[in-house]
């Protein structure tokens, strides 16, 4: 039987082979290329690498872990920073919250990334890692003076003067007025050379963008969950407004919280909270995304992680901060760089992801 192959077909057909030659012989050039390659963050003089390192789950036993933090994980996540550092990805993003007490953790996650940015500087003096960490809006804290005290604790668990980026974690209940001056009053000490916000909606975002402005202030960035499968940020009008304002977009759990990865199947759902998000019955829904996320990988010699993490970076204004736990993972992260999908692939992606109900979201965004 005779099979016509018709004009455009083969045109597909002969672009994705060139983009997959193309992978494979220039992959090293390409990683030294994007390492090199900064995006400034928002309207602010801050610059970081297009993709970051989040480290939520750093001395976390509450949420990742399996509930246990031992002596091989701390050795798992200080290879996944050094990696990451070998790759040229130099941002990473905490919380005073994360791994702490309060959250029931282990070892808190600022001190982990500060230990190990000290033992890296002891043998690269020259390194420069962009560190973005939070303020816990609690109950209990009030006014601005409280987001000081928070930042100073936070530079003492981190053994740094000073960082790149402070954010508030999340909308406080009552004094938000407060926090915003608190993180002026940050900036002008001298404490951090960016601010931004987290978990904030359209309506509050504004608001926080127009109270630094008035002390001239960039809101640099606001870090909200965003991925193929969790699009909130498109629909209820956050993305839009960091476009216009010239916010970055933040991404946190930009592969669904290893989701997307495809190591998740109906019969072998996530362990821990994770299992009540991502069900059975959910993951049957998503195989057919994931099949065109290992096909599209194909093409140019990439894996389904890769191709989510470059979906999220072809956005423009958006810098994904997937978690690596380990070595395997920081290098897999690293290989989304230097190479971009095309418009349609980037469509075909959406759609695809559309079929799917959206899992929920943070509470708090709809503040």
Known sequence: MAVHVSSACFS?????????IRAVASEEFAALKSAEEKVSLGASE????????GAWSWGDTSYWNNSEWDDRKLKAAKAAFDVSIDRGITFFDTAEVYGSRLSFGAINSETLLGRFIKERKEKDPNVH?????KFAALPWRLGRQSVLNALKDSLCRLGLSSVDLYQLHWPGVWGNEGYINGLGDAVEQGLVKAVGVSNYSERRLRDAYEKLKTR???????????????RAPEDNGVK??????????????????????????PENPPAGPRRQI????????????????????????????????NWLIAQENVVPIPGAKTAEQAEEFAGALGWRLTVDEINELRYLASQIRPVVGFPVEKL
Request: glycine letters at 8%; proline letters at 5%; charged letters at 15%.
């Open 129 to 133: 890692v962009a560190v973005a960490t």
């Open 240 to 265: 839009a407004t960091c476009d216009e304002l010239g916010i970055s977009l933040i991404a946190y759990s930009p592969i669904a919280q290893g989701v997307l990865t495809g190591k998740y199947t």
């Open 216 to 230: 001239g202030i960039p809101l640099a960035s606001n870090q909200v969950n965003y991925s193929l499968i969790y």
């Open 12 to 20: 597909v057909s002969i672009h994705r082979r060139v983009h997959r």
């Open 46 to 53: 801050l610059k970081v690498t297009k993709l970051g390192i």
């Open 278 to 309: 991502y069900t059975p019955e959910f993951l049957t829904k998503l195989q057919p995304l994931l099949n065109r996320l290992v096909e599209i990988g194909e093409g140019y010699s990439k894996t389904p992680t890769q191709v989510a993490l």
